[in-house]
Each structure stands twice: as structure tokens, then as C-alpha cells.
């Protein structure tokens, strides 16, 4: 982030004092309205989200679950940024991938009547469909499919490697734009995976 300089412990926005506001905040019932708020930004905090969804504060992994959950309740994101957002402040994160991730979901029905609910590494739960769609992008170089859902308004959960190998055992086949892919339904929408050409 180019907005200012990482904030220090004691010159500016403290994980400590975030979770301070946070905790006012949302009251500890699930993520807080951080779209309604429009606070000053105050510098990029050291705090980064690791793509398998470790939290690091000060290069440290945050152990406590607790404090995790709280600042999971306040993340937003704005373009290609993260921050941690509170009534009274705005500060910049790091984002490796996405900053949640799916370990885990349920499945109910069969073909185009499939419902797939998902449940993120902080609690989060969405079913996938039209307001929680599922995409997956591929690395240009390995063609390796990473997966994601949509878990609240422009924040992704990655899907996990075994969650994403039990969903391909649940895919269909269908045309799209003339075009055959390999996909998944739920609530009513086919999300396409790969084309059906490259599994032979």
C-alpha cells in the first residue's frame, strides 16, 4: 500500500486499540456495518492475512481465536485494498489471497436442485448461488484452479484444497455460450469450473 508508512505500537492505530473499538463496535454479534462508516484513514497497520487464513500481527501469528473473529468482523475492502475499519478509524492490511477461507461445507439435493453451504476458518456461513457465487481462477502458468466464494459484500473466502475435491465429486456438465464445462450447482445457478475438454 502507498497511502502512508506501516503504523507502530505507540504512533499511531494499535491491534490493541482496534480491538478496543471493534468490540464496541459489532457488541460481538457477527460481522459489523462497516459499509455505513466512513472514518479517517489512519496508516497501514502491520498486520497481514496469510492465504491459508493465519493472521499476523507484528510477524506473529494471532494465536487467541477470539481476537481473530473480532477483527474478522471488521474487515473491508475498497478496490484492490484492505483495512480494518471502526467508527472512529480506517487502517491498511495485507491481504495475501483472499481473507477468509471455506474448510468446509455441507450439501443438500442433487443436480440443478444442489445447495451448497459453506462455512468459513472464522465462522462465517454462505450458501452458494446468485448473492454468493462461486469462481475459480487458474494459474496461467500451472493451470492449477483456485476456488472461491463470496462471503460478504467484495470479500472472498478461498475454498480448501479437500473442500474443493469434494465438490468435484458433486459437478455436472453443462453448455454455456456453446461451450461444454464441468461445474457445480446450487440455488438454482451453475457455476463452471473447467471446461469439459480438458478432463478428457
Given amino acids: 500500500m502507498t497511502k502512508s508508512k506501516t503504523a507502530q505500537i505507540g504512533s499511531g492505530p494499535s491491534a490493541e486499540g482496534l480491538a478496543k473499538a471493534a468490540g464496541k463496535a459489532g457488541k460481538g454479534r457477527g460481522p459489523a456495518p462497516v459499509h455505513l462508516w466512513n472514518p479517517p484513514f489512519c496508516g497501514d497497520l502491520d498486520m497481514r492475512i496469510a492465504r491459508d487464513g493465519t493472521w499476523f500481527y507484528l510477524g506473529t501469528p494471532i494465536g487467541r481465536k477470539e481476537l481473530v473473529k473480532l477483527f474478522s468482523n471488521i474487515i473491508r475492502r475498497d478496490g484492490d485494498d484492505y483495512f480494518l475499519v471502526t467508527p472512529v ?112
Fill in 89 to 200: 478509524e480506517k487502517v491498511g492490511i495485507k491481504v495475501d489471497d483472499a481473507p477468509f477461507v471455506a474448510v468446509d461445507f455441507e450439501a443438500e439435493g442433487t443436480g440443478r436442485g444442489q445447495r451448497l453451504r459453506f462455512v468459513t476458518n472464522v465462522g462465517d456461513e454462505a450458501e452458494a448461488g446468485p448473492e454468493h457465487p462461486i469462481r475459480v481462477v487458474r494459474d496461467p502458468e500451472t493451470g492449477e484452479p483456485s476456488p472461491y466464494i463470496l462471503v460478504r459484500t467484495n470479500l472472498e473466502a478461498l475454498i480448501d484444497r479437500k473442500s474443493f475435491y469434494r465438490l468435484v465429486e458433486l459437478g455436472a456438465h453443462e453448455e454455456r455460450e456453446g461451450e461444454h464445462w464441468f461445474g457445480l450447482w446450487s440455488g438454482g445457478k451453475f457455476f463452471p469450473v473447467i471446461p469439459s475438454a480438458e478432463l478428457g
